[in-house]
């Protein structure tokens, strides 16, 4: 029988979607990868997507529903497509590759007049501006395209407060706003959050930014490239650089693609690098100035645009994009890098994306179904490859760390205003595994000495604030410990079913016996130590650090 | 609200999903500006000839504040420099060639950043270049911004010529420089006035010039082309003509928009070369 074409089967899946539609492998399953893959077990898989999606655990009824019945592990995943929460797991899960959360900027805090201890909220607010504008876009269902078409941004009260945008008088929060000062619509690549990260100078003329756009947009790398400069004249001088980038083949080939598109971008080319003006507002009068000074048309891969707002047209019309789109948030649910025998994966996941008129959420749907994204285990006879690159097991990235114990517990791990999770100055969140955007790149893959320290001590803080808030303090918290006093004891009804539903609730994982009794000793032999409330700091401690809470 | 319309250009990718990967098909651009909309007939005539002379409105308007020029921003960085000074601040981290400061003077000026004031080899010639990054915000609370640099100096052809780079405002001071200016202009004094090259925008104009001025040819006229960007973010050329402040503007295809006369521009540059020429 022949097989479909790769539409055909995004077609089919469309027609098929009441439930849980088949996975979108396209027309060439790799067999061997499916085979050699055994999928979470339902909670487990729940467990996995929630906190995904949300930067949540589970509820226990959740969890209780799909043991019952492991069909509504779509059923929630489709719920949760459309919970508030997902809006701001997607700032999170973008910026590990957008790479825009750092924690400085050209443009420092206190060129504002911001106090040190308001540097925090101003540059998250500058670096998750485009982030938000691209989360904006997904949760409302909008097409993707809009991430270098829209007319809009997505500010708060800071931004607009200091830059020129709409942002309405005596409001609060994330807000689609419009800048003021006649940047052409294009999305992200029109926003000063970008380009703070992304910042140039008087001899790059833009041409990082341009590599950068490639990166992120089409999944081109050009700094990845080989590149041999055993040729090339002198590059230690500006002149000798400069007619390397114009005659060279081995920087021709990369520049003569960048240089027409950095002429695109010098509205955002400031001529006083660290001065505010210069930085925050745009230039249009400098639009024309890149032609002249890097001598090329501006241009995306030989299409000639007049300006940005029309190469984000023609960027969102690139087949590059959209299987960016695919690859980008496959890898970022997969939690590692696409690998080269998977793109028929990809390209299935693409016109999935495609057919859902570019919209987000479908696409997020079809990667839960990926074999890649369920795994749990890999069989003993595995190829090599499989084995190396799988993440059956994956860590919680620190964000997720942060929003799910403070769920869960309360707890707010925190130095003054700054979350100490998501912060590298003060904060760990690099050694927690973290990306900062500026020294680290990609989220950490395997466990370390310090991400088991930054554990430790996140357990032991959340731990101790549930057991002091809600069974020293007796006031209702989150309602962890709900029922249970500090006078019950191993065996009564309250502890024993308090204890089996923090395992549970934590780690999707029903204790047996043996497990059980461990933990009873172990709190009965700290009770005798230092009393009951030490003992359920350390029986909750050791719970919230157990490998199997802080991995999906 | 500023939604983007959404794209069926998902539907032209699967399309296309066939063809080599990395490979971009044409694309019709239309790139049209907003001056040259796409309506028919007459009224497409009258909208088109009302933008028309918006336009040149616009670009007249600009001329008549005056100008941006590193004289005003130069002078008016320094005085309130020196007006704000409490005797110690800023003055106290400073010397004839600038300095940083970071303070609050008794006078309730603040001041923030740094300046310099040099002779430099400049590439048209020796030069006065006044650098700065900083900002001062005065009793009223309204803010100095200055980011950029100013140079006035003699070319090696004897004559005078000036260079603003960056961005300059103060929304208390006179001209252009009251709703700011954003710079990368040159002008070069000629026995019969300023010729302007680079880049400007000021006064809600974005200007693009190219030997704007007083060419010796021309006698007491104007010369010269310049490019200005629409609201819609397309650029419009003028060719000067006939040694008038008058010309046909274009679209960026060539196509002829509509005539109109820049009746303010001698009067600027005059203003200008007895501003940079002192």
Request: proline share 5%; hydrophobic share 40%.
């Given at each position: 029988m022949r097989a479909p074409s790769l539409a055909m089967a995004g077609l089919a899946l469309v027609g098929s979607c009441t439930t849980e539609p088949p996975p979108p492998y396209g027309d060439a399953p790799p067999q061997a990868q499916v085979e050699h893959r055994q999928d979470l077990d339902a909670p487990r898989l729940l467990r996995r997507m929630s906190l995904d999606l949300r930067?949540?655990?589970?509820?226990?009824?959740?969890?209780?529903?799909?043991?019952?019945?492991?069909?509504?592990?779509?059923?929630?995943?489709?719920?949760?497509?459309?919970?508030?929460?997902?809006?701001?797991?997607?700032?999170?899960?973008?910026?590990?590759?957008?790479?825009?959360?750092?924690?400085?900027?050209?443009?420092?805090?206190?060129?504002?007049?911001?106090?040190?201890?308001?540097?925090?909220?101003?540059?998250?607010?500058?670096?998750?501006?485009?982030?938000?504008?691209?989360?904006?876009?997904?949760?409302?269902?909008?097409?993707?395209?809009?991430?270098?078409?829209?007319?809009?941004?997505?500010?708060?009260?800071?931004?607009?407060?200091?830059?020129?945008?709409?942002?309405?008088?005596?409001?609060?929060?994330?807000?689609?706003?419009?800048?003021?000062d006649g940047r052409p619509a294009a999305g992200v690549l029109a926003t000063n959050g970008l380009w703070w990260r992304y910042s140039t100078s008087a001899f790059n003329q833009n041409r990082g930014r341009a590599a950068a756009m490639t990166r992120l947009l089409i999944c081109e790398d050009v700094l990845s490239r080989p590149v041999s400069f055993a040729d090339a004249p002198n590059l230690l001088s500006d002149e000798g650089a400069a007619e390397a980038i114009a005659t060279e083949p081995a920087c021709v080939s990369c520049h003569a693609t960048l240089e027409p598109i950095a002429a695109t971008l010098y509205g955002f080319f400031p001529l006083e690098q660290y001065n505010v003006a210069e930085a925050d507002t745009y230039h249009p009068e400098r639009e024309l100035q890149g032609e002249a000074d890097l001598g090329v048309t501006r241009a995306w891969y030989g299409t000639p645009v007049d300006g940005l707002g029309e190469l984000g047209q023609v960027i969102a019309e690139d087949p590059r994009f959209a299987r960016c789109a695919a690859e980008s948030f496959a890898a970022a649910l997969w939690r590692r890098e696409v690998a080269?025998?998977?793109?028929?994966?990809?390209?299935?996941?693409?016109?999935?994306?495609?057919?859902?008129?570019?919209?987000?959420?479908?696409?997020?749907?079809?990667?839960?179904?990926?074999?890649?994204?369920?795994?749990?285990?890999?069989?003993?006879?595995?190829?090599?490859?499989?084995?190396?690159?799988?993440?059956?097991?994956?860590?919680?990235?620190?964000?997720?760390?942060?929003?799910?114990?403070?769920?869960?517990?309360?707890?707010?791990?925190?130095?003054?205003?700054?979350?100490?999770?998501?912060?590298?100055?003060?904060?760990?969140?690099?050694?927690?595994?973290?990306?900062?955007?500026?020294?680290?790149?990609?989220?950490?893959?395997?466990?370390?000495?310090?991400?088991?320290?930054?554990?430790?001590?996140?357990?032991?803080g959340a731990a101790a604030h549930a057991v002091q808030t809600e069974l020293v303090a007796e006031e209702p918290g989150v309602q962890l410990f709900a029922g249970l006093t500090l006078d019950d004891r191993p065996g009564d009804t309250p502890f024993d079913g308090t204890l089996e539903q923090l395992i549970w609730q934590t780690t999707a994982t029903r204790p047996d016996a043996q497990r059980l009794d461990e933990l009873h000793q172990l709190w009965l032999a700290m009770e005798a130590d230092a009393g009951a409330a030490e003992a359920w700091t350390a029986l909750l401690t050791l719970l919230l650090r157990d490998p199997e809470m802080v991995t999906t | 609200m500023h939604h983007a319309p959404v794209h069926p250009v998902f539907i032209a990718v699967l399309a296309a999903c066939s063809g080599p990967e990395g490979a971009t098909s044409p694309v019709d651009t239309g790139a049209a500006p907003d001056i040259a909309n796409h309506l028919d007939g007459t009224a497409a005539d009258d909208a088109m000839e009302r933008n028309v002379a918006e336009t040149f409105a616009a670009v007249d308007a600009a001329m008549a504040v005056g100008i941006p020029d590193p004289r005003t921003a130069s002078e008016a960085a320094l005085a309130i420099l020196e007006l704000g000074d409490d005797g110690t601040c800023p003055s106290s981290t400073l010397s004839e060639q600038g300095g940083s400061f970071e303070c609050t003077a008794t006078t309730g000026y603040a001041f923030s950043g740094f300046f310099s004031l040099m002779e430099l080899e400049e590439p048209n010639g020796q030069a006065e270049v006044f650098s700065a990054d900083f900002l001062v915000i005065d009793p009223a609370g309204e803010t100095f911004h200055a980011g950029g640099r100013a140079s006035l100096g003699q070319t090696t052809g004897g004559s005078w010529y000036a260079n603003l780079t960056g961005s300059w405002v103060y929304p208390v001071a006179?001209?252009?420089?009251?709703?700011?200016?954003?710079?990368?202009?040159?002008?070069?004094?000629?026995?019969?006035?300023?010729?302007?090259?680079?880049?400007?925008?000021?006064?809600?104009?974005?200007?693009?010039?190219?030997?704007?001025?007083?060419?010796?040819?021309?006698?007491?006229?104007?010369?010269?082309?310049?490019?200005?960007r629409d609201p819609g973010g397309g650029w419009l050329g003028l060719d000067l003509e006939d040694c008038t402040p008058c010309g046909v503007l274009q679209d960026a295809a060539g196509e002829a928009l509509g005539e109109g006369c820049l009746d303010a521009l001698p009067d600027a540059l005059v203003a200008l070369d007895e501003r940079l020429s002192q």
């Open positions: 930067g949540v655990l589970p509820s226990v009824e959740e969890l209780d529903a799909v043991e019952a019945d492991p069909a509504l592990v779509a059923d929630l995943r489709d719920t949760w497509l459309d919970d508030p929460l997902l809006e701001e797991r997607l700032v999170h899960l973008l910026a590990e590759r957008w790479h825009t959360r750092t924690d400085a900027f050209d443009i420092e805090h206190y060129d504002y007049g911001f106090e040190d201890h308001e540097a925090y909220a101003w540059y998250r607010s500058v670096g998750e501006e485009p982030l938000r504008l691209m989360a904006r876009v997904v949760v409302e269902d909008r097409s993707w395209t809009e991430v270098v078409t829209a007319d809009t941004t997505v500010a708060n009260e800071l931004l607009g407060a200091h830059w020129p945008l709409d942002y309405p008088e005596g409001e609060t929060g994330w807000q689609e706003v419009a800048y003021t080269l025998d998977e793109q028929a994966h990809i390209d299935a996941l693409r016109d999935e994306l495609v057919l859902a008129d570019g919209r987000i959420k479908p696409l997020l749907r079809a990667i839960t179904q990926t074999p890649a994204y369920r795994a749990g285990s890999l069989s003993d006879d595995a190829p090599a490859d499989l084995l190396d690159r799988e993440r059956t097991i994956r860590l919680l990235p620190p964000d997720v760390l942060r929003s799910s114990l403070e769920a869960l517990t309360g707890f707010r791990w925190t130095t003054g205003d700054v979350p100490l999770l998501d912060e590298d100055s003060d904060g760990v969140r690099i050694l927690a595994g973290g990306v900062d955007g500026e020294e680290v790149q990609t989220p950490q893959e395997e466990p370390g000495l310090t991400w088991a320290l930054v554990g430790a001590e996140l357990a032991e | 006179e001209g252009w420089l009251e709703d700011g200016a954003s710079s990368n202009l040159t002008a070069e004094g000629t026995s019969t006035g300023p010729i302007l090259t680079g880049s400007a925008r000021w006064a809600d104009a974005s200007l693009n010039f190219h030997q704007v001025g007083a060419e010796e040819s021309c006698g007491d006229g104007v010369s010269g082309s310049l490019d200005v």
